[in-house]
């Protein structure tokens, strides 16, 4: 019997792996292209850029995650590379009003700095008030903090322009993404000035959405972290499990520390009240919620023994993954929107372009 189970552990080992089929590009891009909507211009530029950015990520162009993006991409900006933002000059204004009152910075002041002549030719407010796009509007904040005095007080090397590109990824994500990996293309500028770019755009909006590795039974997941963070979505399935436990009632946000604070959040809280269940210490809680924002969580103890007591004290699995329940805030919003609204509607696109077999 020894014998027997060493020469099937020998040729177990000697086994060739199976290795997936090299990935044709031609047929890679054709199969991209033909799930783009044939109303949209330049599908084949999409593609190109497309399956450059999975190439450069290493990331299979399985129809899922071709139709992931495509869906994020159609419900961001419906395959604009800068779209137009409705009401984009009243909201960049109230922008700036906004961080003049915060600084104590008198109306007349910014009035003044906005009616310098920019490098256009044109003042700040005549720019201001015909600004489109938010890479419309980046550029002339650039000029505005380098150009006005007034503008460095106001802003320093802060732009509030926050998200960009067809994706609409933030640029922070791109910035420190860019930091981590090598980007693929000569960048004669900033990461920033390249999420307002197709190919840039799409690279970080790829990677943002499917550069990071998870274990979700649905892509609505995976949409629901690309609005509401990494992670998300596990981590609300976290919150919920303890919620059940404890019987407290906790956002189901996916913040499961308070970052930058020693205060306890009201997770952190909640799981500390079933610390002798989980034997575990307040340190090693806090230690291990500390991990919320990367895959490491996921293996934690305080992640597994809480699972495994939510399993055996409600006798049947909990989820391992729920939507985010977060309302979305932005100057650009102004419906009550959520994560789940989100999630819910780049879900039904995403279905749509699965059956979609145009040529």
Not at 199 to 206: A, L, S
Not at 227 to 238: I, L
Not at 291 to 307: K, N, T
């Amino acid at each position: 019997m020894a014998a027997l189970l060493c020469a099937a552990c020998l040729a177990a080992c000697s086994a060739p792996q199976v290795r997936e089929p090299p990935i044709d590009p031609d047929v890679a891009r054709a199969e991209i292209a033909k799930r783009i909507p044939a109303a949209t211009k330049n599908r084949e530029g999409w593609a190109i850029d497309i399956f450059a950015a999975f190439e450069a990520l290493s990331i299979r162009p399985t129809p899922e995650n071709i139709c992931a993006v495509l869906a994020v991409t159609e419900q961001e900006s419906t395959y604009q590379v800068n779209p137009t933002v409705p009401g984009l000059p009243a909201i960049a204004r109230r922008e700036i009003d906004a961080r003049a009152s915060r600084y104590k910075i008198p109306q007349f002041m910014v009035n003044t700095a906005l009616g310098v002549e920019s490098p256009n030719g044109k003042t700040y407010r005549e720019r201001l008030e015909k600004v489109k796009t938010e890479q419309e509007l980046n550029d002339l904040f650039a000029d505005f903090i380098g150009m006005v005095p007034l503008g460095e007080r106001l802003f320093g090397s802060f732009n509030p322009v926050r998200t960009g590109g067809p994706m609409q990824v933030s640029i922070a994500y791109a910035e420190e993404h860019a930091r981590d990996k090598r980007y693929p293309y000569p960048m004669p500028g900033s990461v920033r000035d390249e999420v307002f770019t197709r190919r840039g755009g799409m690279y970080f909006g790829i990677a943002h959405l499917l550069d990071y590795p998870v274990d979700y039974p649905d892509m609505l997941f995976r949409f629901a972290d690309f609005n509401a963070g990494h992670y998300a979505s596990r981590n609300a399935a976290f919150q919920s499990a303890v919620s059940k436990l404890t019987k407290t009632s906790l956002a189901l946000d996916g913040d499961l520390i308070i970052h930058g604070s020693d205060q306890a959040s009201k997770t952190e809280l909640a799981v500390r009240s079933l610390g002798s269940e989980l034997d575990l210490s307040e340190r090693e809680i806090r230690r291990d919620l500390s991990l919320g924002r990367e895959e490491a969580f996921g293996q934690s103890a305080v992640f597994e023994r809480v699972f495994a007591l939510a399993d055996k004290r409600l006798k049947r699995p909990v989820p391992l993954a729920v939507v985010p329940n977060i309302r979305l805030e932005s100057p650009k919003i102004t419906r009550k929107l959520t994560t789940e609204w989100f999630a819910k509607r780049v879900d039904q696109r995403y279905d749509r372009c699965l059956a979609r077999q145009q040529k």
